[in-house]
Every structure is written in structure tokens, then in C-alpha cells.
T-cell receptor
Framework: IAGITQAPTSQILAAGRRMTLRCTQD?????MYWYRQDLGLGLRLIHY???????GKGEVPDGYSVSRANTDDFPLTLASAVPSQTSVYFC?????????????FGPGTRLTVL | GQNIDQPTEMTATEGAIVQINCTYQ??????LFWYQQHAGEAPTFLSY??LDGLEEKGRFSSFLSRSKGYSYLLLKELQMKDSASYLC??????????WGAGTKLIIKP
């Protein structure tokens, strides 16, 4: 199945716990992104990767880390979750690594931190 | 600063036409995107404008004026399935997308 998959679909997490959100794409896209979406706010970029082996910080990177060991996978880790990280998280990918390329989104992970 | 502004909510009637406006202020502008997002789902690509003018794609059209920092999405022959949020996104100097908060479009029979 072509596209982007994310796991889990939803998760309730106790504050202070570590959590990794998974993202896998099979389109062989070079660039991948993690966004969070909160009510009344636009999508905000957490981290991005223009190509395997490289990562960069977005608008709201604090409390999150990423890795890009290969082209297909781009996991997002919350080292010690806090309630303000309650959000819907979207992973996206694009072909060329530039913002002029269309980004394609995964179905999202709804995370609640209590 | 960088900013994308669009109305929070709009209401229209099935079969009618609606125009959703977006104003942007970004550094290093390299084009403007429109995405559709149904409730509980992922955003999906609708259009991309980098040059001034109107781009038509079926019932949906998108317009850009770079000099005015302005874009709009025009939806014709509205259908109930068009009820969704419409997200405007511009590019910044780092080639990342800056997103508006989205316009929730409510279609009434």
C-alpha cells in the first residue's frame, strides 16, 4: 500500500513517560516532517529531515527528538511527556526536500498526556 | 514576522460558490499551498501557486497575488462532501511551510 503509515493511531500516556511515535513511508521520498496540530492553531513543524542521515529543528522542537536512519522511517520520541504535548501528530513526506514540493500526510496519531 | 491569516469559519449553501481568502507574510516566499482536511483526517493537497494568477482544477480554483500577499481558494457547485477545513500554507526563507489555522467550511443543504 503506497503512502505513509503512523502508529499508534491514538495513545493515552502518563506524564513523565517516554513515547515513540512511528512513521513509515514507501514512496521513497527524500524529505520527512513531523507536525503537531492543536485546536485553533495551524500545523506547527517539530522536526524535519531533508534526506536520510540528516535532521533539523522546526518551530517547536523542545521536548522532542527524531532520527532518520534510513529513507523510509522517521520516528518521533518524547523523552519525558508533559500535558502540553497533548496534540494530534502528523508525519508527512515530500519528494525533493524543499518546501516547493507537495507534502503528503500520514493519518495522524492522537496523543493525550495526563 | 511571518504570518498566515485566514477566516476561522465560513458557511455556504449546497450548489453555491464560496471564496476562502488567505493573506500571508513570509520571508523568502516560494509559493502558496492549499490543503483540505476533513474532521479527524489528514490534510490532503489541493493546489500550489507560485506565479500570479488563477489556477483552475475542476470545481476548485486558486488565485495568487504576490504583490498583495494574498491568495484565495474558490469552490464552485458546492457539495456536502466539501464540508471540511481548508488550510493555507506559505513558504519561509528556510523552505519550510508556515501554516494558517485553517478555515472551517460548513455546507448547508
Amino acid at each position: 500500500i503506497a503512502g505513509i503509515t503512523q502508529a499508534p493511531t491514538s495513545q493515552i500516556l502518563a506524564a513523565g513517560r517516554r513515547m515513540t511515535l512511528r512513521c513509515t513511508q514507501d514512496m521513497r521520498h527524500n524529505a520527512m516532517y513531523w507536525y503537531r496540530q492543536d485546536l485553533g492553531l495551524g500545523l506547527r513543524l517539530i522536526h524535519y529531515s531533508n534526506t536520510a542521515g540528516t535532521t533539523g529543528k522546526g518551530e517547536v522542537p523542545d521536548g522532542y527528538s527524531v532520527s532518520r536512519a534510513n529513507t523510509d522511517d522517521f520516528p518521533l520520541t518524547l523523552a519525558s511527556a508533559v500535558p502540553s504535548q497533548t496534540s494530534v501528530y502528523f508525519c508527512a513526506s515530500s519528494d525533493g526536500g524543499g518546501a516547493v514540493d507537495t507534502q503528503y500526510f500520514g493519518p495522524g496519531t492522537r496523543l493525550t498526556v495526563l | 514576522g511571518q504570518n498566515i491569516d485566514q477566516p476561522t469559519e465560513m458557511t455556504a449553501t449546497e450548489g453555491a460558490i464560496v471564496q476562502i481568502n488567505c493573506t500571508y507574510q513570509t520571508s523568502g516566499f516560494n509559493g502558496l499551498f492549499w490543503y483540505q482536511q476533513h474532521a479527524g483526517e489528514a490534510p490532503t493537497f489541493l493546489s500550489y501557486n507560485v506565479l500570479d494568477g488563477l489556477e483552475e482544477k475542476g470545481r476548485f480554483s486558486s488565485f495568487l497575488s504576490r504583490s498583495k500577499g494574498y491568495s484565495y481558494l474558490l469552490l464552485k457547485e458546492l457539495q456536502m462532501k466539501d464540508s471540511a477545513s481548508y488550510l493555507c500554507a506559505g513558504t519561509d526563507s528556510n523552505y519550510q511551510l508556515i501554516w494558517g489555522a485553517g478555515t472551517k467550511l460548513i455546507i448547508k443543504p
